[in-house]
């Protein structure tokens, strides 16, 4: 099940966001405008990554890491619409049992975080007896029936 690779992934632990890999957003960031613009920036997009999607892989505690988490707020393009699809460890270790307990532990204590500091971002459970699909119809349906209700006319 596990392969012949063995445990990937033991002693993760996060690292420091640095301007290096701010730089490094600021200019992804910037061409995906470049891309909206030249695009004509109508219709919808779906994507099943965003800018965000490498943030848990960051501590940002320091000063400089919560200034350059700031600024990539700042410029990051906001999605109409953005899940965070998420599983306990123990069912990940299930999908992925060559993966360390510890990289999943990890990694959601910093996904919800992720979802504390991003504004819009809906948590969605993908445990096992959760009907995500329900959950994402629900916030679709509410958001078409938000946007319906702001660009009817108004009577007088």
Known sequence: KGGSEGVRW??????????????????????????RWRDGGTGYRVADRYFYDNFPQFTMNGYRQRVYRRVLQWAMPRPDLAFLMMASPATLIERRSNYSREYFEELEEAYRELGDWCDGVVLVSTEPGQDASRILTDVVTQRALRTATASAPRRR
């Open 10 to 35: 033991t002693g993760f632990k996060r690292r420091p966001l640095t301007a290096r890999r701010t730089l490094g957003y600021l200019a992804r960031m910037g061409a995906f405008a470049v891309f």
